[in-house]
């Protein structure tokens, strides 16, 4: 149903510094976001990332799977900052004692 509000506005930007790359997501990730977070994420080389999430206000099964995809690429260096509504999802789902979720 139509609220007559605005569409949510989605944005990944990524800057990177030597080996890291530091993603900062906003807004809602979904089945028509979600590749867009994966791919700005996989763009640039390196070693280290980590997915700035803490302006994320909807996180659905399609961002899951993308972040869990970028956890297997980058074992033990990747570093994920959650907003509550992530964190949450991610309990929910089981993933949220992953050694990636660096809830503040």
Request: proline share 6%; no cysteine; aromatic share 4%.
């Amino acid at each position: 149903m139509d609220q007559g509000g605005t569409p949510p506005v989605f944005s990944a930007s990524a800057e990177i510094d030597g080996d890291h790359l530091r993603v900062v997501v906003a807004g809602e990730v979904d089945m028509a976001t979600a590749d867009t977070m994966l791919q700005t994420a996989l763009r640039e080389p390196a070693e280290r990332i980590t997915l700035d999430l803490r302006a994320v206000t909807f996180f659905d099964s399609a961002a899951i799977h993308a972040l869990v995809r970028l956890a297997q690429q980058f074992p033990g260096t990747l570093t994920v900052l959650p907003s509550r509504q992530v964190d949450r999802v991610l309990t929910i789902a089981g993933l949220g004692e992953q050694s990636w979720l660096n809830p503040a």
